[in-house]
């Protein structure tokens, strides 16, 4: 694999700070500011940002940074062609780490909101969970095969990159029992734990609270797309993530992105143990 990963990921991270910055100081010298006294603005749907501060730039900066590094670490640490090896010790610390982060956002929070009004834990309409999840994984897959279908992969193929995420490699390669299933806990149950929290939970509504809801959806997702690493899935996931941002909009609750999020990686992950271990066909 060439530099077009690492390339790819600070054009994600870099479009997503242009983004913010400029719809930030736009705001800033355009919005006038609310006589005192007057009723606060409407909200733009059910996430709401009152309880975020200016110093809240330092968290979005630093958990950001932080998913930078990560990314960039691992597109420089894939550019060469050595097979990926995987220990169970070191997706242990991965598990860890992602925990972390989903505390570093709790942290910076809990002192200012309930973490059940934070994130909406008390969701009434909780059943819906049952209906929005798997509507939105088929239309994701509704959209791949799109992208697909409008030869999005021939790109792929035309840049020279791998068409397959690391992660994905390992589920099809790797022969230590132990790993896969750390593997596919991590994938099916940690990643949508604590990216949410991260992502929709912490990172989303804080940007909101300086520029609104669209710039925000927009930058987050791109973050969120960039994270994971992959050019492949770069469209992809920028996609999936402008979804998640919508259901936790429309419902108020992060079940709702959290459940779609399992439910996306739990398919996928039971998808590519079948074609493994029934030897079927991978589609390209």
């Known amino acids: 694999m060439d530099n077009i990963t690492l390339i790819s990921v600070h054009a994600t991270y870099g479009l997503a700070l242009v983004l913010f910055a400029a719809m930030a100081a736009w705001r800033y010298f355009t919005v006038e500011e609310r006589a005192e006294g007057s009723p606060p603005e409407l909200p733009v749907g059910k996430v709401a940002v009152w309880f975020y501060r200016p110093l809240d730039l330092i968290g979005i900066a630093a958990l950001a940074w932080i998913f930078y590094l990560q990314a960039a670490g691992n597109a420089m640490t894939g550019e060469t062609d050595a097979p990926i090896k995987v220990s169970a010790e070191g997706v242990i610390v991965s598990i860890v780490l992602q925990f972390i982060l989903a505390g570093i956002a709790l942290a910076i929070v809990i002192r200012r909101v309930d973490p059940v009004q934070w994130?909406?834990?008390?969701?009434?309409?909780?059943?819906?969970?049952?209906?929005?999840?798997?509507?939105?994984?088929?239309?994701?897959?509704?959209?791949?095969?799109?992208?697909?279908?409008?030869?999005?992969?021939?790109?792929?193929?035309?840049?020279?990159?791998?068409?397959?995420?690391?992660?994905?490699?390992?589920?099809?390669?790797?022969?230590?029992?132990?790993?896969?299933?750390?593997?596919?806990?991590?994938?099916?149950?940690?990643?949508?734990?604590?990216?949410?929290?991260?992502?929709?939970?912490?990172?989303?509504?804080?940007?909101?609270?300086?520029?609104?809801?669209?710039?925000?959806?927009?930058?987050?997702?791109?973050?969120?797309?960039?994270?994971?690493?992959?050019?492949?899935?770069?469209?992809?996931?920028?996609?999936?993530?402008?979804?998640?941002?919508?259901?936790?909009?429309?419902?108020?609750?992060?079940?709702?992105?959290?459940?779609?999020?399992?439910?996306?990686?739990?398919?996928?992950?039971?998808?590519?143990?079948?074609?493994?271990?029934?030897?079927?066909?991978?589609?390209?």
């Open 119 to 284: 994130l909406g834990l008390c969701w009434r309409d909780w059943p819906w969970v049952f209906l929005v999840a798997p509507a939105t994984v088929v239309c994701m897959w509704v959209i791949f095969a799109g992208l697909h279908g409008v030869g999005y992969m021939d790109l792929i193929d035309e840049l020279g990159v791998e068409k397959v995420q690391d992660t994905v490699a390992i589920f099809q390669k790797e022969q230590s029992v132990i790993v896969l299933i750390l593997m596919g806990f991590t994938a099916a149950v940690v990643a949508p734990i604590c990216e949410e929290v991260v992502f929709r939970g912490y990172l989303y509504p804080a940007v909101k609270r300086f520029v609104g809801p669209w710039v925000s959806a927009l930058s987050t997702a791109l973050m969120f797309s960039a994270a994971h690493g992959s050019v492949s899935a770069l469209v992809p996931l920028f996609v999936f993530g402008l979804a998640l941002v919508a259901l936790y909009e429309f419902t108020g609750s992060i079940w709702a992105p959290m459940a779609a999020h399992f439910l996306f990686n739990f398919v996928t992950v039971a998808a590519l143990m079948a074609t493994r271990f029934f030897n079927l066909p991978l589609p390209s």
